[in-house]
């Protein structure tokens, strides 16, 4: 069968039926690694980062930022790779901060968001030099103040602001709305105030505001309208408090395809719309062009990544189902689960095989909703022991693995130049024993 439509990604290709990723050999790199098995492909990932880095530049020039949301996909290896691309990261728990630190992270690009840091966190993230903080309520606010008082020093400090956005896509993560959890809203009057309360404190120091409308986002028009109402509402900062920001950040959150039939999207030419918008813009409230900044996580990662797995149970319920079980599962993608996500799943050693047969793909924890993906076309005679491959899964995979049903996580092995290197080990049962007195 033809199979050429299913390579949804650049760094998909064949060879007599067998899937290469990053230009190798699927099922060698199983072999010599295990499955479950996360492979990551380094190129992929730099080059992600640079269109980011190097458009925003082209745009803004020394005023244009990429920040990585670490929250994506974040291991030491991570960190150091963006450092070496020249971008910051956006961290949001003592965890991504510890993890960026370790790898040698210069702290001062490290944005430190969440919505609800708590005392030591703001302590710890200090401690690391942490260089922004991108606050979220006034009473955190007022914490950051205290803590750097007690400590000596003055914080810099972004202000969560909520746009009230709808970026259309799933309600999950649709963040920049009135009534999100997350930051002060402009339409309530809490931005403004919030932005009095910071300049009022003297050991915080106020360098711009922030905003994140959602994910999954392929329509600039959608960032388009953020910088419509953000930078109004920078102008409306000069006005009322006489308050010139420095930075703007629009946050993260451009879609990739997980599926054939969902679109890719040309980043760098959205940048570029984008850009152009927010230049006409400034000029006509005229305000000074901030330092501008954006955060994607996702469309850095997700599909510089492929999960492997191999197949054990093959369960065929004459009349009603089939059912495929691999080694893995929910704790290591929730994101059926969850959200009901879509992937792409082959035979990555069959792939020219007829798919006459449909069965849901589900993982091997005990709860019926561990599925990987429903209605997934297979060839009907697969068997114990074979390969499958999920597509697209570098961002909120790794990242939002569990260990339910005490399953140890799989290792991530990190793909570069026809070589591969382990970037995270396998968990053992021994990890998985560790913390148990
Ligand atoms: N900035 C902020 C403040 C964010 O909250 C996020 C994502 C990003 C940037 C990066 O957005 P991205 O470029 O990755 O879309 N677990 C969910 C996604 C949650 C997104 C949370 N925030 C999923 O698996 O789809």
């Not at 070496?84 to 993890?99: F, K, N």
């Amino acid at each position: 069968m033809d199979f050429s439509k299913d390579l949804i990604c650049e760094n998909l290709t064949a060879e007599e039926g067998v899937l290469y990723f990053a230009g190798q050999n699927t099922a060698a790199l199983a072999q010599k690694y295990g499955t479950p098995l996360y492979l990551m492909d380094e190129d992929r990932i730099r080059q992600q980062a640079r269109v980011y880095h190097d458009t925003l530049q082209e745009c803004f020039g020394e005023k244009g930022h990429a920040l990585y949301a670490s929250k994506a996909c974040s291991f030491k290896r991570m960190y150091a790779i963006m450092a070496e691309e020249g971008l910051g990261v956006d961290v949001v728990s003592a965890g991504e901060i510890a993890t960026a630190y370790k790898a040698g992270f210069p702290m001062e690009n490290a944005y430190f968001h969440s919505s609800n840091k708590t005392d030591a966190d703001v302590a710890y993230a200090m401690d690391c030099g942490v260089g922004t903080f991108v606050v979220d309520h006034p009473e955190e606010l007022t914490a950051i103040n205290a803590v750097a008082g007690e400590k000596g020093v003055v914080q810099p400090v972004m202000l969560r602001i909520t746009p009230g956005i709808d970026c259309h896509t799933y309600e999950a993560v649709n963040t920049g709305k009135v009534d999100s959890k997350f930051g002060s809203a402009i339409v309530t009057g809490d931005a403004s105030r919030i932005t009095a309360q910071a300049l009022s404190l003297p050991n915080v120091k106020l360098c711009g505001f922030h905003c994140h409308i959602g994910s999954q986002v392929f329509d600039s028009s959608v960032y388009i309208a953020t910088v419509d109402v953000m930078v109004d509402f920078l102008k409306d900062m000069l006005d009322t408090h006489g308050y010139a920001a420095e930075k703007l950040d629009i946050g993260g959150g451009y879609g990739v395809r997980y599926i054939a039939c969902e679109p890719t999207i040309d980043i760098a030419a959205s940048i570029r719309e984008v850009a152009a918008y927010m230049k006409k813009k400034v000029a006509a409230v005229g305000i000074e062009m901030p330092h501008v900044y954006m955060e994607p996580g996702r469309s850095i990662v997700a599909d510089a990544g492929l999960t492997l797995y191999t197949v054990g149970a093959v369960k065929k319920i004459e009349g009603y189902k089939n059912y495929v079980s691999v080694d893995g599962g929910m704790t290591d993608n929730p994101r059926f689960a969850l959200y009901g996500a879509p992937y792409t799943v082959l035979p990555a050693t069959r792939l020219g095989a007829d798919r006459d047969m449909t069965a849901d793909v589900v993982g091997r924890c005990c709860e019926s909703g561990d599925i990987i993906q429903p209605d997934v076309a297979l060839p009907g005679d697969m068997t114990r022991g074979e390969l499958l491959a999920v597509l697209t899964t570098g961002a909120y995979h790794y990242s939002m693995a569990s260990n339910y049903n005490r399953i140890p996580r799989p290792p991530v092995v990190m793909l570069r130049d026809g070589e591969s290197y382990v970037a995270v080990r396998r968990e053992t049962l021994e990890d998985i024993l560790a913390l148990d007195e």
